[in-house]
Nanobody, 122 residues
């Protein structure tokens, strides 16, 4: 129930790109998001979208560089990351909510994946 599995992380140089994928289970119907957790820092909001993927909200620091999307038929959430910077280094976590709208607080998400590591070198 409420299973999320991320993949696609890796190591790239600054300016490079990665595409993260989150596969989610059949019972997930609500809004979804990506968060990240850098070493020694608190979990940080990255992007959130509603149940249909029509409304998307990005954190200011990723606007113009990251693009999120979801394919409910394939039960997959995506995060396309371009022009990566060393400060983007973190474990990226996929999250799902029981609510259908856009949520930006971690408290709104009941289901979490284990995360995928992204490392950006300078």
């Amino acid at each position: 129930q409420g299973q999320l599995v991320e993949s696609g992380g890796g190591s790239v140089q600054a300016g490079g790109s990665l595409r993260l994928t989150c596969r989610f289970s059949d019972d997930i119907r609500g809004g979804m998001a990506w968060f990240r957790r850098a070493p020694g820092k608190n979990r940080e909001y990255v992007v959130s979208m509603d149940a249909n993927g029509d409304r998307i909200d990005y954190a200011t620091f990723v606007k113009g560089r990251f693009t999120a999307s979801r394919d409910n038929a394939e039960r997959t959430l995506y995060l396309e990351m371009n022009n990566l910077k060393p400060e983007d280094t973190a474990v990226y976590l996929c999250a799902a909510s029981d609510g259908i709208g856009v949520h930006t607080g971690a408290y709104a998400f009941a289901y979490w994946g284990q995360g995928t590591q992204v490392t950006v070198s300078s």
